[in-house]
């Protein structure tokens, strides 16, 4: 079974900072996908990073980033210079081939974003 | 990225009615998967919609509760049937896509459900 853990339900960041949101997993697959979706206010859910298992390097899309410890079964998500819209719930959120390619999510982080 | 839109985007409805709520995506595509967020909680997966198939339920869903249609590749619908006050809860169709390296996933702007 697969288990997403974020230990964080709220976080503050000031803006124009950097914020890590913490995420860890568990799996017995060997081929896995981590997403990180961004959920505002109006409660659509956005997709921001993808990282695979197998990926050797960091995933990145513009102010994301994801910092992967394969190991630790960590997939940290990394926000820089943070701005006002930022400010919303973060869900990590896992995939695998064993588990037809349905997401299982954390219970999510809300991040608020201060001037 | 797969456009997919959702019908009706909010409802109030009376306890023991039932409230369909549509999924349309402007491409064909695989897999389409109906998941269910109550409030102030994470998404948990309700099913998933493969066309030409049952639908396959997760574990505490049933057919019965919340039958789903998927008459073709690009279109689905959820039936959230006999509603009670614990139904209230944002109702999110999500779609897979092959974006290369891996499927990704995206969601519609979702139903949020009232029952009174």
């Known amino acids: 079974a697969q288990k997403i853990t974020q230990t964080q339900p709220g976080m503050f960041v000031q803006e124009k900072e950097a914020v890590t949101l913490d995420c860890t997993y568990d799996?017995?697959?060997?081929?896995?996908?981590l997403f990180w979706y961004k959920q505002p206010s109006s409660g659509e859910m956005i997709f921001l990073i993808y990282?695979?298992?197998?990926?050797?390097q960091n995933a990145t899309e513009g102010r994301y980033s994801l910092n992967f410890q394969k190991a630790r079964k960590s997939a940290n998500l990394v926000i820089s210079a943070s701005q006002l819209g930022d400010s919303a719930m973060y869900f990590c959120?896992?995939?695998?081939?064993?588990?037809?390619?349905?997401?299982?999510f954390g219970k999510g982080t809300s991040l608020l974003v201060t001037p | 990225s797969a456009v997919i839109s959702q019908k009706p985007s909010r409802d109030i409805c009376q306890r023991g009615t039932s409230l369909t709520i549509q999924c349309q995506v402007d491409?064909?595509?695989?897999?389409m998967f109906w998941y269910r967020q109550q409030p102030g909680q994470s998404l948990t997966l309700i099913a998933t919609a493969n066309q030409g198939s049952e639908a396959t339920y997760e574990s505490g869903f049933v057919i019965d509760k919340f039958p789903i249609s998927r008459p073709n590749l690009t279109f689905s619908t959820l039936t959230v049937s006999n509603m009670s006050p614990e139904d209230s809860s944002i109702y999110l169709c999500?779609?897979?896509?092959?974006?290369?390296?891996?499927?990704?996933?995206?969601f519609g702007s979702g139903t949020q459900l009232s029952v009174l």
């Open positions: 999500s779609v897979e896509e092959d974006g290369g390296r891996y499927e990704k996933l995206f």
């Open positions: 799996t017995s697959d060997p081929s896995y996908g």
């Open positions: 959120a896992m995939s695998s081939s064993n588990s037809g390619y349905a997401l299982n």
């Open positions: 990282q695979g298992s197998y990926d050797q």
């Open positions: 491409s064909q595509v695989t897999m």
